[in-house]
T-cell receptor, first 114, second 113 residues
Framework: GAGVSQSPSNKVTEKGKDVELRCDPI?????LYWYRQSLGQGLEFLIY????????KSGLPSDRFSAERTGGSVSTLTIQRTQQEDSAVYLC????????????FGPGTRLLVL | GDSVTQMEGPVTLSEEAFLTINCTYT??????LFWYVQYPGEGLQLLLK?????DKGSNKGFEATYRKETTSFHLEKGSVQVSDSAVYFC????????????FGQGTTLQVKP
C-alpha cells in the first residue's frame, strides 16, 4: 500500500511570497500531523488533525502559518509572506489515532526561502 | 512542558562495536516513548517503541527499555554495522490525547568498516 506522500518535494520561493505544501496520508488513517525539521530548531510539532475535531494548532510558530484538512484526508499547509527563517523541511505524518500508534512519515517538502 | 534530551553527536564507531545513545525525558503522566531513525536520503521511520514502564522495545538488533525511575529510554545495540549509519531521534508522545511527538535533537551515528 502507498505510504504518506507529500508535494512538492522541493520548493524555492522568494521572501514575501505565499506557499502551499500538500500531504496525502495513508488511507484509513484518521490522525494527521505536520512537523518542521530545521537546523536550528530540530524536529518540532506544528499542527494535528483528528477526524472532524478542531485541530490542535499549538505548534504553529506564527499567524502566517495555517493548515486545513479537507474531507478528512488530504491536508494543505500554507505559509503566507514567507521569511528566510521559514526555510526547513516540512514533514507530514499520519496514524490510526491513538497516541501509542506508530506515526508514518512522508518524505517531506524541502522549502528554501531566498 | 514535556521535553526530550539525547546525547549529542556525532558518534563514530567501528563496525561490531557496542552502541549506546542516551535519552532522558521530562513529562507529566505516562508518555509513550519512541526511537525514530533517518537513514541518509530517506524519510523518518519508526525503529522501536515502548508504551509503559519497564517495557522493552526492540527491532533490527536495537533495544531500549522504558525506565520510569530514571526517566530514560537509552538505545543500545550490541554490534553495529556500517548500514546503521544514520540520525537517531528519541521522542515521546506526552500528555493529552493528540499523540503529537516531542523529539530530541537527534544523534548522528557513523559506523566505519
Amino acid at each position: 500500500g502507498a505510504g504518506v506522500s507529500q508535494s512538492p518535494s522541493n520548493k524555492v520561493t522568494e521572501k514575501g511570497k505565499d506557499v502551499e505544501l500538500r500531504c496525502d496520508p495513508i488511507s484509513g488513517h484518521t490522525a494527521l500531523y505536520w512537523y518542521r525539521q530545521s537546523l536550528g530548531q530540530g524536529l518540532e510539532f506544528l499542527i494535528y488533525f483528528q477526524g472532524n475535531s478542531a485541530p490542535d494548532k499549538s505548534g504553529l510558530p506564527s499567524d502566517r502559518f495555517s493548515a486545513e484538512r479537507t474531507g478528512g484526508s488530504v491536508s494543505t499547509l500554507t505559509i503566507q509572506r514567507t521569511q528566510q527563517e521559514d526555510s526547513a523541511v516540512y514533514l507530514c505524518a499520519s496514524s490510526r489515532h491513538n497516541r501509542e500508534e506508530t506515526q508514518y512519515f512522508g518524505p517531506g517538502t524541502r522549502l528554501l526561502v531566498l | 512542558g514535556d521535553s526530550v534530551t539525547q546525547m549529542e553527536g556525532p558518534v563514530t564507531l567501528s563496525e561490531e562495536a557496542f552502541l549506546t545513545i542516551n535519552c532522558t525525558y521530562t513529562a507529566t503522566g505516562y508518555p509513550s516513548l519512541f526511537w525514530y531513525v533517518q537513514y541518509p536520503g530517506e524519510g523518518l521511520q519508526l525503529l522501536l517503541k515502548a508504551t509503559k514502564a519497564d517495557d522493552k522495545g526492540s527491532n533490527k538488533g536495537f533495544e531500549a527499555t522504558y525506565r520510569k525511575e530514571t526517566t530514560s529510554f537509552h538505545l543500545e545495540k550490541g554490534s553495529v554495522q556500517v548500514s546503521d549509519s544514520a540520525v537517531y531521534f528519541c521522542a515521546l508522545a506526552g500528555s493529552g490525547n493528540t499523540g503529537k511527538l516531542i523529539f530530541g535533537q537527534g544523534t548522528t551515528l557513523q559506523v566505519k568498516p
